[in-house]
């Protein structure tokens, strides 16, 4: 089964709104979670290291203010996405590393449509 | 910098068919490549790996070789079952960090009983 779980699977949203996203663990702590943004026919690319305790650390070419990172525990990260526009609309996957098993588990990933 | 080039899809194939999905890359000193493999509804899921050139990955029938002369990782299944319906993703990492994991686009396999 699952062990991480990522919520929604799909959202549309009215530009201007924002929409959050979560990334849970499920049977390990994850210190470390990381976001990607897919956009349709290209590569996954990676937005962004979410710390545990601490302040995330964003790729080149990504605004930290209006991809919200929060991971106040060890089985959760979230990413909100303020005040959406069209070009946001993306393929949104989360990713947690397994310290104990050294593995990497992805989330199903969020489908975010912004009209 | 890194890169991962790989075939585009979608792919769709006959059950028992053979399977080939390309992919090549671009990286610094010697990455270690993946397959990564994703059924709907579900996440990402580690299908096989090579960490060296000539290294032979296998997982559930799926092959792929590392060839640093061609610099591809080709994936190749011989008989594809319709529950291998899925999205792929090759990429690769030239750290041991997930942090520089570099993926490919995705391709598409649809395959049809």
């Known amino acids: 089964g699952a062990v991480v779980s990522q919520h929604p699977s799909r959202v549309i949203c009215k530009s201007g709104t924002s929409v959050k996203i979560e990334c849970r663990s499920l049977?390990?702590?994850?210190?470390?979670m990381f976001w990607y943004r897919q956009f349709p026919k290209q590569s996954l690319m990676l937005m962004a290291t979410?710390?545990?305790?601490?302040?995330?650390?964003?790729e080149q070419g990504v605004e930290k203010d209006k991809f919200l990172i929060n991971h106040a525990s060890l089985t959760l990260s979230t990413l909100t996405v303020t005040s959406a526009h069209p070009e946001d609309s993306s393929f949104y996957i989360c990713?947690?590393?397994?310290?104990?098993?050294?593995?990497?588990?992805f989330g199903s990933g969020t489908q975010l449509s912004v009209l | 910098g890194n890169s991962v080039t790989q075939m585009e899809g979608p792919v769709t194939l006959s059950e028992e068919a053979f399977l080939t999905i390309n992919c090549t890359y671009t990286?610094?000193?010697?990455?270690?490549l993946f397959w990564y493999v994703q059924y709907p509804g579900e996440g990402l899921q580690l299908l096989l790996k090579a960490t060296k050139a000539d290294d032979k990955g296998s997982n559930k029938g799926f092959e792929a070789t590392y060839r640093k002369e061609t610099t591809s990782f080709h994936l190749e299944k011989g008989s594809v079952q319709v529950s291998d319906s899925a999205v792929y993703f090759c990429a690769l990492t030239s750290s041991g960090s997930a942090r520089q994991l570099t993926f490919g686009s995705g391709t598409q396999l649809t395959v049809l009983p």
């Open positions: 979410s710390n545990e305790g601490s302040k995330a650390t964003y």
């Open positions: 990713s947690a590393r397994d310290m104990q098993r050294e593995k990497l588990f």
């Open positions: 990286a610094t000193g010697y990455p270690s």
């Open positions: 049977d390990f702590q994850a210190t470390t």
